[in-house]
């Protein structure tokens, strides 16, 4: 029989297969999902062995069942009630603790189960920092060399988002970059990089790079100085102000500096995306009685929303 299942896809099951449901508990009406990199490896690993596979198909009558959320506010128990009781259930956002098999973690992504025209993984795990907001060194603990671009990237695609969490801090870093820029391909560095690791080589690579632009972060009013000095390498370099994107992280516990990160970021002529503070819970962030003075606005269009919101949460 054929279903059609997530993204209009179209299943055909065979009754002696056997036949495994993967749920993807992050995708709602409100959200365009991101792919999930577990589901898509595991999509791999049973299809390779002959199983029927199926993404957000709820109505299949599977014999095993898998389900990841990356987000803590997307495990609703009214989300798992819905999944059997023999389900397998994963991600950061239900276990820090739980991984995939080695073999099941080691395989490539199915890149159709999601539809999706790129390229997306782990050349390093971990983090050399141990920021309060970040859940990065309870999930991965330190940072170390996890793989090459090959064992992810499928070559019908021009572009790779990498999602290490901190790339530069490895020591396979070069090995990575020598990699994409050997391949002649397009990178995203989606977690961002450390502006606190930009040094005169680290900007050599860059400068080599095909990128649209490159991700930082600056969540931390005492990391002034080393933004400040990055950019500068960066863009005395050759590398234009506006290819050069910050995160701007607001709302975590008691600190009120965002503004004054912001203005900063504003001052130097780089992209800036805010993004606010969810605890476990997912509850947005009350209002800080905070003025925003002026103009406050800065980056391309899909930035519009957020800053938006921003705005709306510091004012009273």
Not at 79 to 85: E, F, I, K, T, Y
Not at 195 to 210: G, H, M, T
Not at 256 to 282: F, Q
Request: proline share 5%; hydrophobic share 40%; with cysteine.
């Amino acid at each position: 029989m054929c279903r059609q299942g997530f993204a209009g896809r179209e299943y055909s099951f065979k009754d002696s297969r056997v036949k495994v449901s993967l749920i993807d508990l992050d995708v709602n009406s409100r959200r365009r999902p991101f792919p999930n990199l577990a589901l898509m490896k595991l999509s791999t690993y049973y299809t390779q062995r002959g199983y029927d596979v199926v993404l957000n198909f709820p109505l299949a009558q599977a014999d095993m069942t898998f389900a990841s959320c990356v987000f803590t506010w997307s495990a609703t128990p009214k989300a798992l009630a819905q999944l059997p009781p023999d389900a397998h259930i994963g991600g950061s956002g239900i276990d820090m603790a739980k991984w995939l098999p080695a073999d099941v973690e080691h395989s490539k992504p199915d890149y159709d189960l999601y539809g999706v025209t790129f390229s997306l993984g782990f050349t390093s795990r971990g983090c050399i920092r141990k920021c309060p907001w970040c859940n990065v060194p309870e999930k991965e603990g330190g940072i170390e060399p996890w793989t090459r671009i090959y064992e992810f990237w499928d070559r019908r695609h021009r572009l790779i988002l990498l999602l290490d969490n901190n790339l530069l801090a490895a020591s396979n870093w070069r090995q990575t970059l020598d990699d994409i820029i050997g391949e002649d391909l397009w990178v995203d560095f989606n977690q961002g990089l450390d502006i606190r690791l930009v040094n005169e080589e680290v900007v050599d690579y860059l400068c080599q790079l095909k990128a649209k632009q490159f991700r930082f972060s600056f969540d931390n009013l005492a990391l002034e100085a080393e933004v400040r000095a990055g950019v500068k390498l960066l863009t005395d370099a050759g590398i234009n102000s506006r290819r050069l994107s910050f995160y701007v992280l607001y709302g975590f516990g008691r600190d009120r500096t965002a503004v004054k990160r912001i203005r900063i970021l504003e001052k130097l002529n780089v992209d800036i995306y805010p993004m606010e503070y969810r605890g476990p819970d997912g509850k947005h962030i009350a209002r800080v009685h905070e003025v925003i003075p002026g103009k406050f606005f800065r980056g391309p269009r899909q930035n519009i929303k957020k800053m938006l919101r921003l705005k709306g949460r510091l004012l009273a």
